[in-house]
Nanobody, 124 residues
Framework: QVQLVESGGGLVQAGDSLRLSCAAS????????MGWFRQAPGKEREFVIG????????ASADSVKGRFTISRDNAKNTVYLQMNSLKPEDTAVYYC?????????????????WGQGTQVTVSS
C-alpha cells in the first residue's frame, strides 16, 4: 500500500516557477513509476509528466516540454515537479500517481495509487 500526499501548490503569476512535491508512504516507493496529472476546471484530467522507478527515464506532455521537469528522491520517498515559465493555462489541480505496471503514461488505469491533489493557479 502506498499513500501519496502532494504539496507546494499555490497562486503565482505568469512566468513564475513553482515546485510541487509528492511524499509517499510505504517501503516499496522505489519500485513504482510516478506520474503527475492535472485537471483544469471543466476539463478531463490529463497526463503531465512521468518518471520511471530508477529515475533514468521520463516522459512529458507536449504542452509542458521544456518548462516542467520531474525528479525523484527514493531515499526520501518523494517525487518533485518543477514548473517553470508558468502560464495561465497551467492552472489546474495537480495529482501525483504511482504505478507498478508499464504502458502508456497517459493511461490512468495503469496507476495504482493517487494523491488528493494540490491546486495551482497562475494569474495573467
Amino acid at each position: 500500500q502506498v499513500q501519496l500526499v502532494e504539496s507546494g501548490g499555490g497562486l503565482v503569476q505568469a512566468g513564475d516557477s513553482l515546485r510541487l512535491s509528492c511524499a509517499a508512504s510505504g517501503r516499496t516507493f522505489s519500485s513504482y513509476a510516478m506520474g503527475w496529472f492535472r485537471q483544469a476546471p471543466g476539463k478531463e484530467r490529463e497526463f503531465v509528466i512521468g518518471i520511471r522507478w530508477s529515475g533514468g527515464s521520463t516522459a512529458s506532455a507536449d504542452s509542458v516540454k521544456g518548462r516542467f521537469t520531474i525528479s525523484r528522491d527514493n531515499a526520501k520517498n518523494t517525487v518533485y515537479l518543477q514548473m517553470n515559465s508558468l502560464k495561465p493555462e497551467d492552472t489546474a489541480v495537480y495529482y501525483c500517481a504511482a504505478r507498478a505496471r508499464t504502458g502508456d503514461w497517459r493511461n490512468e488505469e495503469l496507476y495504482d495509487y493517487w494523491g488528493q491533489g494540490t491546486q495551482v493557479t497562475v494569474s495573467s
